[in-house]
């Protein structure tokens, strides 16, 4: 079965910076969007980021625009989200989550369009 597991959590200050990684496993990353989403308490989970499986194009939330990069490394069937500039409302468990399907796989920020998900890493953002 696809297999994702996301890593590199953790708490930083506001203005500070962290790169969560995605780990894809029984899957070729290859032809698969992978897409970034968060979830804060008592709010609905949101797309942050993707990036395609044809071409590698990327996208972007309005809120994470140009402190937030995406990029994927096929050899290590890894994608990862590189967040600077932290703020105290991008703090919410961050989950990756990828799918094949032909209306997907160009990239997509709905989190209903994605099949596979990984269990979610929490960053938290506090001074």
């Known amino acids: 079965q696809v297999q994702l597991v996301e890593s590199g959590g953790g708490l930083v200050q506001p203005g500070g910076s962290l790169r969560l990684s995605c780990a894809a496993s029984?899957?070729?990353?290859?032809?698969?969007?992978i897409g970034w989403f968060r979830q804060a308490p008592g709010k609905e989970r949101e797309g942050v980021s993707c990036?395609?499986?044809?071409?590698?194009?990327?996208y972007y939330a309005d809120s994470v625009k140009g402190r937030f990069t995406i990029s994927r490394d096929n050899a290590k069937n890894t994608v990862y989200l590189q967040m600077n500039s932290l703020k105290p409302e991008d703090t919410a468990v961050y989950y990756c989550?990828?799918?094949?399907?032909?209306?997907?796989?160009?990239?997509?920020?709905?989190?209903?369009?994605?099949?596979?998900w990984g269990q979610g890493t929490q960053v938290t953002v506090s001074s």
């Open positions: 990036i395609s499986s044809n071409n590698g194009s990327t």
């Open positions: 989550a990828t799918d094949q399907r032909p209306m997907v796989v160009g990239g997509s920020l709905d989190k209903y369009a994605y099949e596979y």
């Open positions: 029984k899957f070729t990353l290859d032809y698969y969007v």
